[in-house]
Each structure stands twice: as C-alpha cells, then as structure tokens.
C-alpha cells in the first residue's frame, strides 16, 4: 500500500516562496499507473486542487493558482515536490499530496499546515 | 462559490438512511465526468470512499453507495451510525475550467 508523507517549513513570511515536499513509500513514483497532485484546504473550510504531475512529465495546475505554482518529480529519491511563490495569507491551509488514478484521489498524505505570516 | 454545490449539512436518526446531494452543471457532472466522493474526519486527511459514481474502495462498508444522474451526483448512507457523522465531499473534473473541481462538504449530523 503506498504511504506518502508531505516535509515542509510550518511558517512562512508573505511574499516568499513555499517549497514543501512528498515522499512516497510502497511504490515507485515512476509508474505509468499514477499521478502525483497537490490539494490544499484553508482552515475550517473546503478543499482545493492545486495541480497534478503525470508520469510523461505533464503538469496540470488549477487556473486560479497557475501562476504561481509548479509541482516537479524527483525520481532518484521517489519524491514530488511543490512549489508556491508571492505567497500571501490566502495561502495559509493544510497542504495534501495525493496519488491519483485518473481523476480521483486513491491516497492522501496526512498534511502539513503552512501558515503565512509575519 | 464551488464549482459543484453541496447542502452545508444534512442530518439523521441512528439506522436511518440520508443522501448527500452534488450539483454540477453540463462542463462537469453533465459531461460525463466521473464524480468521486471522500470522507473526512476532524484534523485528517479526507479518505476516498466512493470512485467513479458507485463503485466503493475495499473496506469500504456496502452501506455507502453513490449514484449519477445528469448533472448531479448522490452519496447515500443507509443504516446510519454515530461514527458517520463527519464531512464529506464530492470531487469530479471540469472541462471548462481544465481543473479538478470540488463540492464545499456537507457536514452529517447523527441525531
């Protein structure tokens, strides 16, 4: 069964970038079977798709968000990554990574809270 | 406003049974787009419990079910449990938008 597990800073000041890290265990990140994706959900509300990575290397971010994200794969240590830049404290949610069979979520991280703020 | 509408909350007896209802439109749910349901409970990360309208994961109990019709979507849950009550979410892909969508949670309340 694959288990992911998200790394990141906890706190970050507004303006700066956010790199925040998953690391999967129980499969390869190579495999043709998956997707990779990030999913945020701000305090006490709802859930958020932030982008999916595909085995080709193909990325899909949510338009809203496009602009200032970028989800890459690092094979070598079966890891993906995230990246948030110009941050502010719309940005502050528990941040999720996901393994992804077509359009559904198969697994899910246990999440790290990112907060923005001075 | 999400993209696809969910009641804020819905609530039921012990034993009864209760639908959560998710409303799209024709670039979503409408356009054949699989919906998926997940269940979250307080301070975790959402578990998927129905994928591709009605089909439920192995461990997932027979008394969830999800059905599609149109432009909407239904999670039922029939013989309803204390433990159930938590939120739940619906998710599909639009066309349109080129994004993941998901409904707001709809909270259960087991009376």
């Known amino acids: 069964q694959l288990q992911l597990q998200e790394s990141g800073p906890g706190l970050v000041k507004p303006s700066e970038t956010v790199s925040l890290t998953c690391a999967v265990s129980g499969g390869s990140i190579s495999s043709s079977s998956y997707s990779w994706g990030w999913i945020r959900q701000p305090p006490g509300k709802g859930l958020e798709w932030i982008g999916t990575i595909y085995s080709s290397g193909s990325t899909y971010y949510n338009p809203s968000l496009k602009s200032r994200v970028s989800i890459s794969v690092d094979t070598s240590k079966n890891q993906f990554s995230l990246k948030v830049t110009s941050v502010t404290a719309a940005d502050t949610a528990v941040y999720y990574c996901a393994n992804q069979v077509g359009f559904q979520v198969d697994y899910w991280g246990q999440g790290t809270l990112v907060t923005v703020s001075s | 406003q999400s993209v696809l509408t969910q009641p804020p909350s819905v609530s039921g007896a012990p034993g009864q049974r209760v639908t959560i209802s998710c409303t799209g439109s024709s670039s979503n749910i409408g356009a054949n787009y699989d919906v998926h349901w997940y269940q979250q409970f307080p301070g975790t990360a959402p578990k998927l419990l129905i994928y591709g309208n009605s089909n439920r994961p192995s461990g997932v109990p027979d008394r969830f079910s999800g059905s599609k019709s149109g432009t909407s979507a239904s999670l039922a849950i029939s013989g309803l449990q204390a433990d159930d009550e938590t939120d739940y979410y619906c998710?599909?892909?639009?066309?349109?938008?080129?994004?993941?969508?998901f409904g707001g949670g709809t909270k259960l309340t087991v009376l």
């Open positions: 998710q599909s892909y639009d066309s349109s938008l080129r994004a993941w969508v």
